[in-house]
C-alpha cells in the first residue's frame, strides 16, 4: 500500500498525519521505497502538495490543455517530457506513460516523479510549471514547492542551506497491532462424561475454530481436572490443504477423562494457559475462554488466586459454564466476577439432558456462547451474521418453517445451516422461497458436515434477493 498523506489545514500548513502499512517498511527496504515515504515526509512537514495529476480527478487531470493547445502531461518537469500514450489524452482516465530511459534530463520534480529515479529534486521558480492544475498549484496559489519550503523555520538564519547539509540514516520506530491470541480452557473430567455433553463439546470446538474464528488469529487448546495438558500451542489459523484450523480444531481428546470433578484445579488450567499466551512475548492482551460445568463457582482461596494471575498477566477471562447443572445457582459466583473484573463475558448453557441423551439445544447453545464470546474479541465484520434461527419443536409435526429478512448491509454471502441431532431426523426437501415467491429446491446444493451435525446451504450471487424470504424444512 502507498503511504498518503492527509492534509486538512492548506498551503504551508503541516499535515495532519501520514499514513502507511507496516508492511512497506518491513516488506520493502528499497530506494524506491525510501522516495515515496520522503515525498510524504515533506508534504506533511511543509504543507506543500503533488505535483502531478490523477486520474478520475476533473479538478486535477492526467493531462491538461497548454498555453499553445496542446494536451500536456499535467505535471511539473524541468524539462519536455517523452511519454508514450495509447489512449486519449482528454479522457480523465488516460494516463500518461514516462519512463526513465526516454526521459534521462529529467531531474525535478520528485513531487511528481517518485518513481523515476534521476527526479531527485524539487521544482523551484525557475522550473516550476505554473500553468499545469495540480494541487500544488491550485492551493498554493501556483508557488513552486521551494517558494513554500523556504517560507519555513527549517529553512530561516542560514539553516539547511545548499552545501551545509549531512547525510545520515533514518530510523523508524513503528507500532503494529498483534493478532488476537486465544486459548481455549476446557474442562475434561467425569462431568463430560454423561449423556452428550463432551460430543456436543467436541464438534462446538471443531466448527469455532475451523469455521468461525477470523483468519490470522492465534489459537491454543488447554484441557484441565487435577492438573492441565496442552493439546495444542499457540498457533496461527490458516486455511488450504496445509492449514492448521483442522489441527487444532481436532485436538480434544476422542473421550473424556474419568477424573471426577471436585478434583479440576481451574488454577492449574490458567497456569498452563498463560504458559501458552506466553510464548514469543508477553501475555499481556490475551483471551481465555474457559468452558467448564457445574455452576460456576470457585472457592475464595482460589479465586483470589486467581484474580492475581488474571491481573498480573493483563489478559481478558471469558467464561462459559457448560452446563450449568447447579439448581440454584449463586449470582455472581466466581467466574463471573473474574471474567468481568478482566474485562471478559460470561455465558450460560443450561443442562438439557434426560436419560442418556442431551437435547440439541445444549449444542446449538454452547455454538452461541462461543460465537457471543468471540464478538467481544473481533470486530462483528469479520464474523458471520445471524439473521433467523428457529428450533423444531420436534412430535408429529413434518414441516418446520420460518421467514427472515436479507437486508443490503449483509452482502450476497448467505448460508443456511441446519443443525441436527442425528442427520436421520432431517427429511430430503429443504425448499428457500425467495422474495418474489420463488421455490429453490436445495437438493443439489446441500454440504453436510457430519463431525459438527451440520448441513449447509450456500447460495450463489444470482440467487440472493434482498428482502423477505422463507425457509421450509421437511422432517
Not at 191 to 209: E, S
Not at 216 to 229: E, K, P
Request: net charge negative; aromatic share 8%; glycine share 10%.
Amino acid at each position: 500500500m502507498r503511504p498518503w498523506t492527509l492534509q486538512t489545514q492548506g498551503c504551508a500548513k503541516p499535515g495532519d498525519y501520514i499514513s502507511m502499512g507496516y508492511e512497506l517498511l518491513v516488506q520493502n527496504t528499497t530506494e524506491s521505497t525510501g522516495r515515496l515515504v520522503g515525498v510524504e515526509w515533506i508534504k506533511y512537514r511543509y504543507g506543500v502538495f503533488s505535483e502531478v495529476g490523477s486520474p478520475g480527478s476533473p479538478m486535477h487531470p492526467p493531462h491538461y490543455r497548454a498555453p499553445d493547445a496542446s494536451w500536456t502531461p499535467n505535471s511539473c518537469a524541468n524539462t519536455p517530457l517523452n511519454t508514450h500514450t495509447d489512449c486519449d489524452p482528454s479522457s480523465l482516465t488516460c494516463t500518461p506513460t514516462i519512463r526513465q530511459e526516454d526521459n534521462l534530463g529529467l531531474t525535478s520534480s520528485v513531487m511528481a516523479f517518485s518513481e523515476i529515479p534521476s527526479a531527485v529534486e524539487l521544482c523551484d521558480e525557475g522550473s516550476h510549471n505554473h500553468d499545469a492544475p495540480t494541487r500544488q498549484n491550485l492551493i498554493c496559489s501556483s508557488k513552486s514547492i521551494w517558494e513554500v519550503m523556504r517560507a519555513s523555520t527549517d529553512f530561516q538564519n542560514n539553516r539547511n542551506v545548499e552545501g551545509g547539509l549531512l547525510e545520515s540514516e533514518v530510523v523508524f520506530t513503528y507500532l503494529r497491532p498483534q493478532a488476537p491470541r486465544i486459548v481455549l480452557l476446557i474442562e475434561d473430567t467425569n462431568a463430560m462424561n454423561v449423556q452428550k455433553r463432551w460430543d456436543f463439546m467436541r464438534k462446538a470446538i471443531q466448527k469455532t475454530v475451523t469455521y468461525d474464528i477470523p483468519d490470522g488469529y492465534n489459537v491454543g487448546l488447554v484441557v484441565f481436572n487435577s492438573m492441565a495438558t496442552i493439546k495444542y500451542q499457540l498457533t496461527t489459523l490458516t486455511d488450504g490443504p496445509s492449514g492448521t484450523r483442522e489441527k487444532v480444531g481436532f485436538s480434544l481428546p476422542r473421550n473424556p477423562s474419568k477424573e471426577g470433578q471436585q478434583r479440576r484445579c481451574i488454577i492449574c488450567g490458567l497456569r498452563k494457559t498463560l504458559q501458552v499466551l506466553g510464548q514469543g512475548g508477553p501475555t499481556a492482551g490475551g483471551h481465555i475462554i474457559l468452558i467448564t460445568g457445574d455452576s460456576g463457582t470457585i472457592g475464595e482461596a482460589e479465586s483470589i488466586e486467581a484474580q492475581k494471575l488474571i491481573g498480573d498477566s493483563q489478559i481478558t477471562l471469558h467464561s462459559i459454564v457448560y452446563p450449568l447443572t447447579d439448581k440454584f445457582p449463586r449470582p455472581g459466583g466466581g467466574l463471573e466476577y473474574l471474567a468481568a473484573h478482566s474485562g471478559g463475558h460470561t455465558f450460560i448453557v443450561p443442562d438439557e439432558g434426560y436419560g442418556s441423551v442431551s437435547r440439541l439445544g445444549m449444542y446449538y447453545n454452547l455454538l452461541d456462547g462461543l460465537y457471543h464470546t468471540l464478538t467481544t474479541i473481533a470486530p462483528r465484520a469479520a464474523l458471520p451474521v445471524k439473521v433467523h434461527s428457529k428450533e423444531h419443536p420436534g412430535g408429529l409435526k413434518q414441516m418446520s418453517q420460518g421467514s427472515f429478512v436479507v437486508d443490503p448491509a449483509l452482502g450476497v454471502d448467505t448460508v443456511f445451516a441446519i443443525f441436527y441431532y442425528d442427520v436421520t431426523h432431517v427429511g430430503n426437501q429443504i425448499h428457500l422461497v425467495n422474495p418474489h415467491g420463488q421455490v429453490i429446491d436445495t437438493v443439489n446444493m446441500q454440504k453436510e458436515y457430519h463431525n459438527i451435525n451440520m448441513i449447509a446451504v450456500r447460495l450463489d450471487e444470482a440467487q440472493v434477493i434482498l428482502g423477505f424470504g422463507n425457509i421450509r424444512l421437511k422432517i
